[in-house]
């Protein structure tokens, strides 16, 4: 996908040697009458541009119509702007498919192709924990934001906030014949609980491929990994299509990891919005924070409408 400022140029390029072309062909008709070799010399690269031209023009409107742009600004829960930020779009495989970075003030802009991405984040590298600098301050350092089951499907403007609490794992659902409710899960993950489970000797793994593990049934005997916080020291603020809705109900539960160990993690029945919006999906954003030790983060779910007809 070409940049716009580039196909600009390339357009102003062709432009000119079309002109120019064009130059030569009216210097030519003049000097030498109507004489059909001339004509035969300039018409053949005349019409070569003019279909590169057509070919030029006809990619860039198709281009156009098959991608969005996605722009916001990248802010801690001050308003101070996160700089050099990678904000980045997923496949399945947590495989980046565009990537783009914050200016000075957190903004960021990004041209992605339309359709659905499993997630879409925001980290800035050098304050992360399995990626920032040995001699990085533990106080200094910051998880990522997390969007799950993105659509692109128009051009849309998100602002993102982030700090030390993880919204990870978001996902909406309603049960068939129940309450007219949503269900969110969600695995919320506190960089100072994590930092105080490091200290105690524990070993973590990042980045595992998990695709083609061995899973058995857990063992009565496994351990719990508790990076969320206890229930009633986590705070939940739910909005739908920003209209925030009540919290009915938090569950912790038990996450399985492997036969030997498990996490913990919640589920959240909210209430839904009083009012409806146009878009063929609702779009879920969960605020979460730790009481105890005041980690924040928010995380963002799409979820397609009932009557959403895909094309």
Not at 82 to 90: A, L, N, T
Not at 91 to 110: H, I, L, R, W
Not at 159 to 174: D, K, P
Request: aromatic residues 12%; glycine residues 6%.
């Amino acid at each position: 996908m070409l940049p716009t400022l580039i196909i600009q140029q390339k357009i102003h390029i062709i432009r000119g040697k079309y002109d120019s072309l064009r130059s030569q062909f009216a210097t030519l008709k003049s000097e030498r009458g109507q004489h059909s070799k001339y004509m035969t010399y300039v018409n053949t690269p005349i019409k070569q541009f003019l279909t590169f031209l057509f070919l030029l023009f006809y990619t860039v409107a198709y281009a156009q119509q098959d991608s969005v742009t996605i722009r916001g600004q990248v802010t801690n829960y001050e308003g101070q702007p996160i700089d050099s930020c990678s904000v980045m779009w997923q496949d399945p495989s947590f495989n980046d498919v565009v990537t783009v970075q914050t200016d000075k003030e957190g903004y960021y802009t990004a041209r992605i192709p339309k359709g659905y991405y499993q997630s879409m984040g925001a980290i800035r590298m050098d304050t992360y924990p399995h990626t920032a600098a040995k001699n990085f301050p533990e106080a200094d350092q910051r998880l990522e934001f997390w969007a799950w089951n993105f659509i692109a499907d128009r051009d849309t403007t998100l602002h993102i906030r982030y700090h030390r609490m993880e919204v990870y794992g978001l996902h909406a659902f309603q049960i068939a014949g129940g309450m007219p409710t949503y269900q969110l899960f969600v695995r919320p993950m506190s960089l100072t609980r994590y930092q105080q489970w490091m200290k105690q000797g524990k070993e973590a793994i990042h980045g595992q491929d998990l695709s083609r593990i061995q899973q058995t049934a857990v063992d009565e005997q496994a351990q719990a990994t508790t990076l969320a916080p206890p229930a009633d020291q986590l705070k939940a603020t739910v909005w739908i299509d920003n209209e925030e809705v009540s919290v009915l109900m938090v569950q912790e539960i038990k996450e399985y990891y492997s036969s030997d160990e498990y996490g913990n993690a919640y589920l959240l029945t909210v209430d839904r919005p009083k009012h409806d919006t146009t878009l063929p999906y609702h779009i879920f954003k969960v605020e979460l924070e730790d009481l105890e030790n005041g980690d924040r983060g928010e995380g963002i779910y799409y979820m397609e409408k009932e009557t959403y007809i895909k094309q």
